[in-house]
């Protein structure tokens, strides 16, 4: 896990720069890379489906239109990362490492819990000043089309405050480097990702259900086009990311996970 703390910028750059030119990239791919990260698809074995992919379409005779998707890159990892399986059945355990240099500076820990609890703290604040019909504004002023209303701003604003107040005792829990040990990153990031399970729960349990089905919808219409060349357990992680990521941009919440500290 320690090497792949900059996973998502890795896979954005090196997609960019097979591309030619910059775009940005939609929520179905960072749904996509979030699922190769679960998956513990090394980052060679994504470059490697992604060179591949690029070489099928330029042997295309018809080019219609530019790669602008990760998802067409889809079918060339799962092959390569079925082939680096296999190529490893049988190896023994790779050389040890020297020991690695830290991870995270500690400004950049703290820059990271501080960033991630003002905006929770944010969200609440806009609720507590919120009727129990009010309608959510968003940090930058501009009000959030979330299909209308939180149930009970009240007691979601008290959901996240508890999680910012979790986020302050996480960042408490795991000192500064020092003689005695390192930070256990992989546990913090366990525990950021329940915490983000949590913030999310709050949040569904606060929406109208018709903005849950609005947002069942738009994520089938992303992932139609891709859906003959996907395992089920795949479609629904996916579906799952996308549904999550979506509900987070719109009510401007950071993701809990030191992924996305980069």
Known sequence: MQNYFNYFTEVEEYFQQKRGTWMLLS??????????????????????????AFEKWEKRRVKTRRINSLAYCLQEVMGAFEEHKEASVGKGPSTPRATPEPIFTLL?????????????????????????????????????????QAENPQELAGDFERIVT????????????????????????????ALEEKLLSAVKNSIPDRMLADLDAEADRALAPYRQNM???????????????????QWSLPRLSLFHLQ
């Not at 703290?110 to 968003?138: M, T």
């Open 108 to 148: 950049e820990l703290n820059s990271f819990f501080e960033k991630a609890g003002n905006a929770i703290k944010a969200a609440a604040d806009k609720l507590r000043g919120l009727p129990s019909s009010g309608q959510l504004v968003s940090s930058v002023g501009v009000d959030v089309d979330i299909g209308g």
């Open 166 to 193: 979790a986020l302050e005792n996480l960042k408490r829990e795991f000192p500064p480097p020092s003689d005695s040990g390192e930070i256990d990153f992989e546990q913090m990031e366990r525990r950021l990702g």
């Open 231 to 249: 395992r089920a357990e795949m479609i629904a992680t996916l579906r799952k990311q996308f549904i999550h990521k979506r509900l987070l941009e």
């Open 27 to 52: 929520t179905l791919d960072w749904a996509l890379i979030d699922t190769w990260r679960e998956a513990d698809i090394p980052l060679a074995v994504v470059f490697r489906g992604i060179d591949g």
